[in-house]
C-alpha cells in the first residue's frame, strides 16, 4: 500500500522560509509519472503549486513562480518543497501528491490518485 507522508510544516513570519518534505512509503517516488503539492486555505479550492516529472522536470504555479522550489532526493525517496518569501497568503495546509498513470490536467488535484494527510503552513505578517 502507497502512503505519502508530509512534514515540516510550521509558523514563520512574512518573508521567512520553510522547507516541507513528503515520503512515499511502499514505492520508489521517481517510479510515479508525477509528484506534486497543492494547498489548501479555509474556504477556497484546492490550489496547485508545484509538480516535478518522473524524469525530474519542474513546473510551477503563477502564484509561487520564483519564490518556491520543487526537487526529489532519489536516495531519500522524497520530494521538497522549499519556500521562501513566505507570504501571509501562503498560508494554507499543504498537501503531497503523485499520480501513477497520466490522467487529465496535472495541474488538477483530480489527475493526482495519491495524497498525504496534510502540514499547515501558517505566515504571520
Known amino acids: 500500500q502507497v502512503q505519502l507522508v508530509e512534514s515540516g510544516g510550521g509558523l514563520v513570519q512574512a518573508g521567512g522560509s520553510l522547507r516541507l518534505s513528503c515520503t512515499a512509503l511502499?514505492?520508489?517516488?521517481?517510479?510515479?509519472?508525477?509528484g506534486g503539492w497543492f494547498r489548501q486555505a479555509p474556504g477556497k479550492e484546492r490550489e496547485y503549486v508545484a509538480r516535478?516529472?518522473?524524469?525530474?522536470?519542474?513546473y510551477y504555479g503563477d502564484s509561487v513562480k520564483g519564490r518556491f522550489t520543487i526537487s526529489r532526493d532519489n536516495a531519500k525517496n522524497t520530494v521538497y518543497l522549499q519556500m521562501n518569501s513566505l507570504k501571509p497568503e501562503d498560508t494554507a495546509v499543504y498537501y503531497c501528491?503523485?499520480?501513477?498513470?497520466?490522467?487529465?490536467?496535472?495541474?488538477?488535484?483530480?489527475?493526482?490518485?495519491?495524497w498525504g494527510q496534510g502540514t499547515q503552513v501558517t505566515v504571520s505578517s
Open positions: 501528491a503523485a499520480a501513477a498513470s497520466s490522467y487529465g490536467l496535472w495541474s488538477r488535484a483530480s489527475a493526482y490518485a495519491y
Open positions: 516535478i516529472s518522473s524524469g525530474g522536470s519542474t
Open positions: 511502499g514505492r520508489t517516488f521517481s517510479s510515479f509519472i508525477m
